[in-house]
């Protein structure tokens, strides 16, 4: 318990203003007294003697006079073994637990540790007696689930450590202390497997940062192939409601080619949580053959949970990340969604009396997306492997119009952009992120050439639809009508994938090579046809045959027989037959 | 404790402004002015300024008047009394019935932790096939109703709630002209529903802050008699009236507003309300159908399109029925691949049929001709707005599903409709002819 103690002058929403007469530090956590209950808040800004604290909690009940604790550190998570396959909220405490506890409602002001205290982990001591260390090298290791958890120097540590104490290989509780470090000032530190880290920081002990260039595959189609993403890239994905953001990213989170993903709810449904709560445990992750919870980590604040509390949970979620990354694994965050946050920021401006910049946002909108964005990145770590975090934000625009402010200062930071369109979600083209406007910097799996000859061919059936909306079908030539058909082709068969069926709602990187590869012979052929309706039938029936061909497995053999007859309706129509 | 206060330094718009020290953000006063008592909750205390929001409105207040802090929360009671009775935004009867005191529950509690949410499985029955067969409503769903002024929204709502195999109703009015709770009133009890029923209505006249706290009042009863394993169907209308209320206090605090003056957290605030629907693991659910009005049919107004982004899709009620396009239930996967074998078939079939009939509408008024798929077509789908999307129709799902197959076998060959052999072979009507 501190003893830096101030008292509540002013409430207003969920932000109050407390008067100190201790030092007070920007950004630091304190808890406000109702009774028997301590409410979590954080320091945002500091006038004079009084100091105003955003509540992460319902302030109904507080008075003009309660006791303010200051705790006199940042707001931080822990970090250790035991994170995976969890489920917290914005502040970290899991909600497993808090509903054993609580039952079915989350009661305020109880604040659980996030990681088990009980469970015993198999260490395996890497470091020995007498060896320098710095800021995250390795002390020695935990099996987690699949993955080998590294136990490392606390990344707050800074300077040289020798270890002057390391303990045997056996099985301890993450509380146990598993070396002690003495640094050349003679300070000596006991190192447990949990460390703490301040959320808003990022997490700096490694090597070098490098350029993401290595692709990170999702299986949707459009995305690798025309938009890809890269692993330690950023990219978002904008759309009005009911463009189908959130199963895009629930079908990125169970295919995405990477070691960890974590899921980060952030003021969305909470239905839309538990469907991957009560789902992924039972799916199985096609690269391990285990769970797909095993792999997965949930942060949920959803929309009518604290709204302070939404903005904690992106810096919850990405510090974990951080923390995953320093081990040499391949961490991907979904945020969904991004605007939420941005709105929290909003509400939280407009109680301290900001001058509001556009639709009320506070002018500093920008530099913090900026800043989180900028949190994603492939990095060597000092032993020489790397690690990587993606960040793939979602984007709710009011009215779907991505000229608002959220949209467009994350446009300025992110490698890749998949704008989600309200039409081609009506029209059922899903995934339906928008071919013409969207784009991505990263290099993708498919040969670069294909794919810009691809994309003209979008960009010439488009127009020539457009032009076919004034002068009708008659008045355009059979060749215009051909390249518009085949724009449409590559759209059905191969832009727009069923993500509920098995073999069509993931496509592999070296499928998508070998079929894009076919797709684009098509779309490069010059093919004759006696009239526009011949033309229409021919492409239907292709069509329909392709998508037939992505619905088999590959090693199956009606993939080659459907194969076959794509290659054999090609040939009937090519120049030389 | 309960110590009067006797000078209001402050009366702006519903707000009066007290200075009075030991007060809880939150807490419930009683204030006297000369049109008679009123309940006022704490919204905002500044040093020993203390910020009140009046249930009755300013109107009469004086500044000598008196204000009595009552040391709790706003909060109602709930007991079994409540089914069959009328209520105002504040909880007080407008039925002329008794007060109710006993075993007393706070409004507008915590969230639900997501830990204990259940995957809704649950369809919920209508009667209506254009929500039954193409976008079934689901347990636990929270579902909006997107019209414009004049659409018969009330009149949906009422049958939804008089079909739906639900133990208990709720209604929360918002901005409801008088003569429309009239009638839900009437029609619920004239078809024997009220007795199931609690009705928490704010009309146009009454003063707005009571509109704002009718979805916590209904929410918090429907929560309590959900975990006594009730399933709670809780009806809303209009929730464009809510957000009004919204701003309006918003603008009296001063505050900065956002967009179309709506206050900044509008979002957060319809989603603490719609996020109440839930499907208890080991209880009872709520499930929340609501009116949003669209202020110049504008589906981009802040209200719905907020709205849209909280709830698990939306109806769009035009020209009297319930919009094929644009309509849509989140959570139909979950209840429509278990009704029966050909569900999904003739849900899908038939919305590509009337999408292809509206497009040779739109040839037929350009003044092209019309072939002989085009005069099927408009058969077809003349027939559909008739049968299926008229709202008085009113049949069960599998009925609504034989007829869909009885309108495609009318109007068309089975091959044209795209539907598998395997399907055809089992529902396609046989000629009686």
Redesign the interface.
């Known amino acids: 318990m501190s003893d830096n103690v101030g008292s ?6 969920n932000l109050i ?1 407390v008067k100190f007469d201790n030092p007070v530090t920007q950004s630091e956590v304190g808890y406000a007294r ?1 009774g028997e209950t301590a409410l979590k808040a954080e320091v945002i800004r500091i006038r004079g003697e009084n100091a105003e604290l955003q509540v992460f909690e ?8 309660d006791p303010v604790e200051f705790s006199g550190n940042l707001l931080a998570v822990e970090l250790g073994p035991g994170l995976l396959a969890q ?1 917290f909220d914005g502040l970290q405490n899991p ?2 637990k ?2 054993e506890q ?7 002001g109880t604040y659980l540790k996030a990681l088990d205290r009980e469970k015993k982990w198999t260490y395996t001591p890497r470091a020995r007696k007498g060896d320098e260390l710095t800021a995250g090298d390795t002390l020695g290791t935990v099996p987690e689930g699949i993955f080998e958890h590294r136990i490392m120097v606390p990344f707050r540590l800074t300077g040289k450590w020798r270890v002057e104490e390391a303990a045997a290989a056996g099985s301890y509780n993450v509380d146990h202390v598993v070396a002690r470090l003495r640094n050349e000032r003679g300070d000596i530190r006991p190192v447990t497997m949990v460390q703490e880290w301040p959320v808003k920081v990022p997490i700096k002990a490694y090597a070098e940062r490098k350029r993401p260039v290595e692709p990170l595959v999702t299986k949707v189609r459009i995305i690798d192939t025309f938009f890809p993403v890269a692993r330690g890239g950023v990219y978002c994905i904008p759309g ?3 463009a189908g953001k959130t199963v895009l990213q629930q079908i990125t989170s169970r295919h995405a080619d990477v070691d960890i993903v974590l899921v980060a709810a952030c ?1 969305e ?3 839309e ?3 991957t ?3 992924f445990p039972e799916l199985t992750d096609p690269r391990t053959g285990k769970s797909l919870m095993e792999r997965t980590m949930i942060i ?1 604040n ?4 604290p ?1 302070a509390a939404r903005e904690a949970s992106v810096y919850t979620a990405v510090t974990i990340c951080e923390y995953y990354r320093q081990m040499g694994l391949n961490v991907l965050l979904l945020a969904d969604s991004t605007s ?1 946050w941005a ?2 920021l ?2 939280m ?2 109680r301290l ?1 900001e001058i ?1 910049g556009e ?3 506070p002018a500093y909108l920008e530099s913090v997306i900026a800043a989180f964005y900028e949190r994603g990145g492939v990095v060597k770590l000092k032993d020489g492997t790397t690690g990587s975090v993606t960040i793939g934000g979602t984007v ?1 625009p ?4 991505f000229d608002e402010p959220v949209t467009q200062a994350t446009l300025k930071v992110v490698g890749a952009f998949h704008g989600l369109n309200r039409e081609r979600s ?1 029209a059922r083209r899903y995934p339906a992120i928008h071919p013409l406007d969207s784009w991505s910097k990263y290099p993708g799996v498919v040969d670069e050439q294909q794919v810009a000859d691809a994309r003209r061919v979008l960009r010439q059936g488009n127009e020539v639809s457009q032009m076919m909306k004034v002068v009708g079908e008659e008045g355009t030539s059979i060749e215009d009508f051909v390249v518009y058909l085949k724009s449409e082709f590559l759209d059905a068969a191969y832009l727009q994938q069923d993500s ?1 069926h098995d073999v069509d709602g993931a496509t592999s990187a070296d499928r998508q090579k070998y079929v894009f590869a076919k797709i684009h012979g098509i779309l490069v052929a010059k093919v004759f046809f006696p009239d526009k309706d011949a033309a229409r039938k021919w492409f239907l029936q292709l069509t329909s045959v392709t998508k037939d061909w992505n619905r088999v497995a590959m090693d199956a053999a009606e993939f080659k027989q459907l194969e076959q007859r794509i290659d054999a309706m090609l040939a009937e129509v090519s120049e030389n037959a | 404790m309960h110590k009067v206060y006797h000078r209001i330094e402050q009366i702006a718009g519903n707000v009066i402004t007290v200075r009075a020290a030991g007060v809880m953000n939150g807490e419930l006063a009683q204030v006297v002015g000369t049109l008679g008592t009123s309940l006022a909750q704490v919204i905002r205390l500044d040093r020993d300024k203390v910020f009140l929001q009046v249930f009755a409105g300013s109107r009469g207040i004086s500044t000598d008047g008196q204000v009595r802090f009552l040391g709790h929360k706003m909060d109602i009671s709930f007991t079994d009394a409540l089914l069959g009775r009328v209520f105002n935004g504040s909880g007080q009867p407008r039925d002329n019935g008794p007060d109710l005191d006993e075993n007393r529950i706070a409004i507008g509690g915590p969230s639900v932790n997501p830990a204990k949410r259940i995957i809704p499985r649950k369809m919920v029955r209508t009667g209506i096939p254009m929500i039954d067969v193409f976008n079934s409503l689901v347990e636990s769903q929270k579902l909006p109703i997107f019209a414009a002024a004049g659409e018969p929204y009330n009149e949906l709502l009422a049958r939804i709630a008089l079909q739906a195999e639900v133990d208990i109703i709720i209604l929360g009015g918002m901005g409801l002209k008088h003569d429309d709770y009239l009638q839900f009133r009437d029609t619920l009890e004239a078809h024997g529903a009220l007795a199931r029923s609690i009705l928490f209505i704010h009309t146009a006249a009454d003063p707005t802050v009571e509109c704002q706290m009718v979805p916590d009042i209904s929410l918090a009863v429907a929560e309590q008699f959900a975990l006594q394993n009730k399933r709670v169907l809780v009806l809303l209308t209009d929730m464009t009236s809510f957000a009004d209320a919204l701003k309006e206090i918003a603008i009296t605090m001063e505050q900065i507003p956002s967009n179309r003056g709506y206050p900044g957290d509008l979002y957060s605030q319809l989603a603490a309300r719609y996020e109440k629907a839930v499907d208890f693991e080991g209880a009872g659910s709520i499930t929340i159908l609501a009116v949003t009005t669209m202020p110049g049919d504008d589906v981009t107004h802040p209200v719905p399109d907020n709205t849209g982004y909280i709830t698990e899709g939306q109806f769009y009620l035009r020209n009297g029925r319930i919009e094929p396009f644009g309509s849509l239930s989140r959570l139909k996967q979950q209840v429509n691949g278990k009704t029966r074998a050909d569900h999904r078939t003739v849900m899908n079939t038939m919305i590509q049929l009337y999408a292809s009939y509206k497009e040779t509408l739109e040839k037929q008024s350009m003044g092209f001709r019309m072939s002989a798929w085009d005069n099927k077509l408009l058969k077809y789908g003349e027939r559909f707005e008739k049968e299926m999307m008229d709202l008085t129709v009113n049949i069960p799902l599998e009925a609504a599903l034989d007829l869909g197959w009885q309108i495609m076998a009318d109007c068309f060959e089975p091959e044209e409709t795209g539907i598998s052999s395997k399907l055809t072979a089992t529902f396609w009507p046989k000629k009686t002819a």
Do not use: H, W, Y
Request: glycine share 16%; with cysteine.
């Open positions: 509540i002058v002013g409430i207003n929403g203003t109702t319902d302030t109904t009940g507080l008075k003009v006079g489920v909600l497993p808090l509903a609580c039952g079915f409602f989350l009661q305020r009005p409601f009911g003021g449904r909470a239905g949580v538990v469907e709560l009560r789902e949920c959803t929309s009518s949970m709204v939420r709105q929290a909003r509400e401006s407009g009396e509001p639709e009320a946002f709710s009011a009215g779907g119009n009506d509920f």
